[in-house]
């Protein structure tokens, strides 16, 4: 009789150099830290700069709500049956004012964290370009930032003169 067993493969051993393990070993303590500050920077700022606008924004809505509501009369009060949905209403003017300005707050946040941004980053090269680093490679590690983003920012320091590119031409 025939053995109708086939011959069993050997399992491979376990490779540490292919796991997950390794990799994760692999990453120093500090390019884990500046993955992690990279994030968390990503994450905070925006947030903070949404949930300012958002005060800012409330605060403001609120105070031109009540203003609004002191300065002018509320119109079309002939019928009596709707008197009390238009008193109502006109009471939670101040709100809905605060409302829309909180979500105003928020947009212009954003925006005002995003400027502020361009603005350091447009220092920061400016000041590594005077004190002489002017490889686009260089100043994109230091701040964490792309090449790309880095040269474009440098074209435009250009374009605008406050970076001169001379400094380049007599260094090669």
């Not at 390019?31 to 990503?42: E, M, T």
């Not at 609120?62 to 203003?67: E, N, P, V």
């Not at 105003?104 to 954003?110: E, F």
Request: with cysteine; charged share 15%.
């Amino acid at each position: 009789m025939e053995s109708c067993i086939k011959p069993l493969g050997i399992k491979k051993q376990h490779d540490p150099c292919n796991s997950l393990y390794s990799l994760w070993i692999s990453f120093s303590k500090e390019q884990l830290l500046d993955k992690l500050l990279i994030f968390i920077r990503a994450v905070v700022e925006p947030a903070l700069g949404m949930h300012i606008g958002y005060v800012i924004g409330w605060l403001i809505g609120l105070y031109a709500g009540h203003s609004y509501v002191e300065h002018f009369e509320p119109v079309n009060l002939d019928d009596l049956s709707q008197l009390s949905s238009h008193l109502s209403y006109w009471g939670s003017m101040p709100y809905i004012f605060a409302r829309h300005g909180a979500l105003i707050g928020v947009a212009v946040g954003v925006i005002a964290i995003a400027i502020i941004n361009n603005k350091l980053l447009n220092q920061r090269v400016t000041s590594l370009y005077k004190e002489g680093s002017t490889d686009p490679n260089y100043i994109a590690h230091l701040l964490g930032e792309s090449v790309g983003q880095i040269e474009r920012k440098m074209n435009r320091l250009f374009k605008q003169g406050r970076i001169c590119q001379t400094t380049t031409l007599e260094e090669n």
